[in-house]
């Protein structure tokens, strides 16, 4: 099956802590995204890559960090930084940066801070 | 600032009926629009894209693009109780050279009643 999984679907953190949220797909995908999705809003870009290892800060990057070390894989850290991490996280990808037409999501994470 | 506007509802329309959902957006230079439908908890799936002005159909769904009125507008028809779910408007703009990112509004609730 080709698509984006991301694990895990949900996440608890303690205030202070740093997590690690997975992306990963198998669509052989040259660009991926980060979104954070809150109640009643609509999804804001962190962070994105073009290609393995480039990536660049989107409109709420404080408090986050990623990388980009292989093609499928595009993992974010919610670092003690990120003063309100609770949201709904959803990692997409797009065969190139341009291509938003085909830009793919996958099933998304909740993190909820405790 | 570029901004997506949607009226966030919930709009309640009988089973049969069209559903109309509209967006404006701020940057005329827009050149590409997305509809998505995203069901409670679950990721954002594409349903439709336009590019030119005029109308788009794709099975029971149109899409029409005002680019003059920077207005773009989602007709659903022979709503089905399946339909009820959130539906974002998304714009893609350019911020120079090839990169190019999505502006999501913050969708309109819609819900089919049988």
């Known amino acids: 099956d080709g698509g984006i999984t991301q694990s895990p679907k949900y996440l608890f953190r303690k205030e202070g802590q740093n997590v690690t949220l997975s992306c990963e797909q198998n669509?052989?995908?040259?660009?991926m995204y980060w979104y954070r999705q809150d109640p009643g809003q609509g999804l804001r870009l962190i962070y994105y890559?073009?290609?393995?290892?480039?990536?660049q800060k989107g409109d709420i990057a404080e408090g986050y960090s990623v990388s980009r070390e292989k093609k499928e894989s595009f993992p974010l850290t919610v670092t003690s930084a990120q003063k309100n991490p609770t949201a709904f996280y959803l990692c997409?990808?797009?065969?190139?940066?341009?291509?938003?037409?085909?830009?793919?999501f996958g099933p998304g994470t909740r993190l909820t801070v405790l | 600032q570029k901004e997506v506007e949607q009226n966030s509802g919930p709009l309640s329309v009988p089973e049969g009926a069209i559903a109309s959902l509209n967006c404006t957006y701020s940057?005329?230079?827009?050149?590409?629009f997305f509809w998505y439908r995203q069901y409670s908890g679950k990721s954002p799936e594409l349903i439709m894209f336009?590019?030119?002005?005029g109308d788009k159909e794709d099975g029971r769904f149109t899409a029409q693009l005002n680019k003059a009125s920077q207005y773009v507008s989602l007709l659903i028809r022979d709503s089905q109780p399946s339909d009820s779910a959130t539906y974002l408007c998304?714009?893609?703009?350019?911020?120079?050279?090839?990169?190019?990112?999505?502006?999501f509004g913050t969708g309109t609730l819609l819900a089919v009643q049988p």
């Open positions: 998304a714009v893609k703009v350019s911020y120079g050279g090839a990169t190019n990112k999505l502006i």
């Open positions: 336009i590019y030119s002005n």
């Open positions: 669509l052989n995908h040259d660009a």
């Open positions: 890559s073009q290609i393995v290892n480039d990536f």
């Open positions: 997409a990808s797009s065969i190139r940066q341009g291509a938003l037409n085909e830009q793919f």
């Open positions: 940057d005329r230079g827009s050149q590409s």
